[in-house]
């Protein structure tokens, strides 16, 4: 009995480890040619350990802020609350000189520091709204600009790890030249990158900081970015779009009906990750309830008199 069940089980499992035998390959010889053999296992361990500290620190908050009783709290020296951009100074600052002064003999302590600084980046990050605004706006919708830093940075990091090169950076053998060659190759060269960044520029003024960023690994984006119209209240809507010219209604239609739908997706995917933010700013919440205690104070007084 047992021998005719391994019989029938044994063609179906095969086949199936074989494939994952054939992934795992393919994917460890991708991870060497492209990670280990081109010089980018530092970056790959500071993107893995940026990833895994953001994904941690967002727990920890939403965490501490349900009040859950058997998790941390929050950090504090007498009345002080410390920040968590505190932590990721020094871890930067860590990471970073430790980079530079340690030899590149040393691959496992480079590799060290690179883990080190991507926790500390984390960390930065994810209080980037707070150093923005100089006050406490975490989980306020102002707060939202700490996680769009994040996930720029990730998939910046993301793309310099899959060999992505930025404004073009690389992509000709400009030095191999000699002669007259040289210095044609290099002028073309130098005016192509020019014309990247400009049109990196453009897209930037424009409202489109997406386009802008990640157009830096892929030129196309940026003449796209850079030749569309711009978002109502960005700089250069409102340096060339007067209030009601056509242009102007055209950015506000293209605005309500193409990326408000894209910037709700990416709050949804947000606030999965990272958690609800509050719509009113914390500060005028702690006002809106101060007014409406000591109304309630007032009311209770005037009714027992």
Known sequence: MVGCLQRTVSPHVRPGMMMLNEVGGLMRDFFARRIVESGRLPLFCFFVAFMVTFVFTRVNVRLIRADVRWWFKNVKAGDLHIHHVVFGVVLMLIGGVAGFAIPDLYGGLNIAAAVVFGMGAALVLDEFALILHLRDVYWTEEGRASVDA????????????????????????????????????????????????????????????????????????????????????????????????????????????????????????????????????????????????????????????
């Open 150 to 305: 994040v996930f720029i940075a990730g998939a910046l990091t993301g793309m310099l790890l899959l060999g992505a090169r930025p404004v073009g950076w690389g992509d000709a053998d400009v030095f191999e030249m000699r002669g007259t060659g040289l210095l044609i190759a290099t002028v073309v060269y130098v005016l192509w990158m020019l014309l990247n960044l400009s049109a990196a520029v453009v897209a930037l003024l424009k409202g489109k900081i997406w386009t802008g960023l990640i157009g830096i690994f892929i030129p196309v984006l940026l003449y796209v970015g850079a030749i569309r119209l711009a978002r109502p209240g960005s700089p250069w809507a409102r340096w060339r779009y007067r209030p009601g010219t056509r242009k102007f209604r055209r950015a506000e239609r293209h605005e309500e009906r193409v990326r408000r739908p894209l910037i709700r997706a990416k709050i949804w995917v947000q606030e999965c990750i990272a958690g609800r933010h509050d719509r009113i700013p914390l500060d005028r919440l702690q006002h809106h309830r101060a007014r409406y205690d000591d109304q309630e104070k007032t009311g209770s007084a005037t009714s027992k008199s």
